[in-house]
Nanobody, 125 residues
Framework: QLQLVESGGGLVQPGGSLRLSCAAS????????IGWFRQAPGKEREGVAC????????VYADSVKGRFTISRDNAKKMVYLFMNNLKPEDTAIYYC??????????????????WGQGTQVTVSS
């Protein structure tokens, strides 16, 4: 069964940090690019970060550049999103997703075909 499972979300104060994890199962992670997306209440799902299949290329949304870092460990079938200096506007459900064209990244929701169930991140004092 092809599956992505996110974990690591929670409640954190502004300025705090979290590490989100995305665990892949049922397929070989090496061939796919992975994107992290988020969706806040009443808003559209937006791309946050992406990493290509070998980890040689990363792309970030302007709103998270310098604060978030995406990385992957293909041997462990894991992708991570390190989030620092979190702000209230980072509050959302965070999803990871696979992009079949593994060599490139995209910020478009439609470019990804397999999604996890999401993990809630709440930034509040």
């Amino acid at each position: 069964q092809l599956q992505l499972v996110e974990s690591g979300g929670g409640l954190v104060q502004p300025g705090g940090s979290l590490r989100l994890s995305c665990a892949a199962s049922g397929f070989i992670l090496d061939y796919t690019a992975i994107g992290w997306f988020r969706q806040a209440p009443g808003k559209e799902r937006e791309g946050v970060a992406c990493i290509n299949n070998q980890g040689s290329s990363t792309v970030y949304a302007d709103s998270v550049k310098g604060r978030f870092t995406i990385s992957r460990d293909n041997a462990k079938k894991m992708v991570y999103l390190f989030m620092n200096n979190l702000k209230p506007e980072d509050t959302a459900i965070y999803y990871c997703a696979t992009r079949p064209d593994g060599s490139t990244c995209s910020g478009s929701v439609g470019a990804y075909d397999l999604w996890g169930q999401g993990t809630q991140v709440t930034v509040s004092s």
